[in-house]
């Protein structure tokens, strides 16, 4: 908006007493239009019709939530301290929490203290902070092919320059890793190494130990973003890649409560070490003080007085049924030549149509069939695969989802 002439020529205060045109108010910063929406969202605005069998979203299954042993961790320290829980808390988190979380980390194979510990809102508050602390506009951030959509925001509003390192089924290519840090110096690598969103793979310990040595030898921090590990359902367990050697002073582990207790908590965990972990403390304070003290302190008395690896195997039990569920129908609902993935653990199940769909454009018709994925391109920092998508299959009952991929099929067919 430009000003008049009449602006221009008659001071504001003599307009008393007539209306005024006023003056425009300054832009906003560069960074908030370069960084668009999440178009995952965006799907769940239009898919919102209770009819829309919706594969879109990566919601965990709500009747499955421990909502009683919930209400009573939060009832329980409501009751005994409730001065506590409802005050304001320390930056770095409440020590009951982080003793809780880091005996967990130290029990699956990572020795880690209560001070290595950063508790944060949500994992993908520990993504915003990191991107604060370490990337400068136009550092390079590496991250894999296709990477999680609000992970390329978080580090886009940073000013980060994306370069997407080549993946197959396994995940990240090592040798096009070593390659890639030798030509744009990077300043991290963010990785989702098991069941990976958005294609549910995981990376094998080969290429984990390949990945520290290729930091530690070039250089570069390592984000190891992890929300979905306990959620397997099959194979063994692959230890991080910040148990390897070289990885160890240079490698960030994320955690989450998000998909094992409730995402609706927004309680996650930064570790690293003490000196990004300190410096992601200050980013914390001017972000929002910390994360709310009740529910750290209730997610603490839960893990003192429940078995959370028993709710969480019940939890992955059923998703194991439900994963099942999509991959046998799967092979009627997409065209001939499509291929897949299929993922030991986590919530999605990610598929490439044959050459020449394009999944975004099919998208409309496939929703007026009441069903929805999420298109692939989104997820990809570089050239997009068009003919991707991602579904979640967490969300629904089996004969639900065989119902959604009936009406996919009949969509894609259309
Ligand atoms: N990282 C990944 C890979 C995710 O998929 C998600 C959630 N979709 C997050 C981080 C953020 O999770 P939260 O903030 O709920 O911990």
Same mark, same amino acid.
């Given at each position: ?95 009951? +929490? ?18 290595? +510990? ?24 590496l ?38 840090v030798?030509?744009?110096?990077p300043k991290l690598l ?25 930091a530690?030898?070039r250089g570069l921090w390592i ?27 240079r ?24 000196? +990004? ?138």
């Open positions: 908006m430009t000003a008049t002439v009449t602006d221009a020529v008659v001071p504001a205060d003599k307009h008393e007493g007539q209306s005024q045109v006023p003056a425009p108010v300054p832009e906003f910063a560069a960074r908030a239009a370069a960084v668009g929406g999440s178009p995952v969202r965006d799907i769940l605005a239009v898919t919102a019709r209770p009819e829309v069998i919706n594969f879109a979203g990566g919601l965990p299954a709500p009747e499955l939530f421990d909502a009683a042993g919930v209400a009573a961790a939060f009832q329980a320290v409501l009751t005994s301290t409730p001065g506590t829980a409802l005050q304001y808390s320390t930056t770095e988190g409440e020590p009951a +929490l982080r003793a809780a979380i880091a005996a967990r980390t130290t029990a699956r194979g990572l020795p880690t203290d209560a001070a290595d +510990l950063l508790v944060t809102t949500g994992s993908q508050q520990a993504l915003s902070l990191l991107a604060t602390v370490l990337v400068e506009p136009g550092d390079t951030v991250v894999e092919s296709p990477c999680y959509l609000a992970a390329l925001q978080a580090f886009a509003f940073a000013g980060a320059r994306l370069v997407p390192v080549p993946c197959d089924d396994e995940g990240l290519d090592p040798a096009a890793l070593d390659a890639l030798a030509e744009h110096r963010y990785t989702v190494p098991t069941f990976q969103n958005p294609t549910g793979r995981t990376l094998p310990g080969g290429r984990r130990a390949a990945v520290a040595e290729v530690a030898r984000v190891e973003d992890d929300p979905y590990g306990e959620l397997r359902f099959e194979g063994e367990r692959v230890p991080w890649i910040a148990t390897h050697p070289g990885a160890e002073d490698t960030v582990l994320l955690g989450s409560f998000s998909k094992v207790m409730a995402p609706g908590l927004r309680l996650g965990w930064l570790r690293g070490p003490a000196a +990004l972990v300190r410096a992601c403390a200050v980013a914390k304070q001017a972000a929002d003080l910390h994360t709310p003290t009740v529910n750290q302190l209730a997610a603490a008395r839960y893990l003192a007085d429940r078995d959370l690896d028993a709710h969480v195997a019940r939890v992955a039990g059923v998703y194991r049924e439900r994963r099942d569920a999509m991959l046998a129908g799967l092979g009627e609902a997409l065209p001939d030549g499509s291929g897949w993935v299929r993922p030991e653990g986590g919530m999605f199940v990610w598929a490439r149509l044959p050459e020449g769909y394009d999944t975004t454009s099919l998208l409309r018709t496939v929703i007026a069939h009441d069903v929805a994925y999420v298109p692939g391109a989104p997820f990809f920092a570089g050239e997009p695969d068009r003919a991707t998508l991602r579904m979640c299959f967490v969300t629904q009952a089996p004969d639900e989802i065989a119902e959604g991929l009936r009406r996919l099929g009949a969509g894609l067919r259309e």
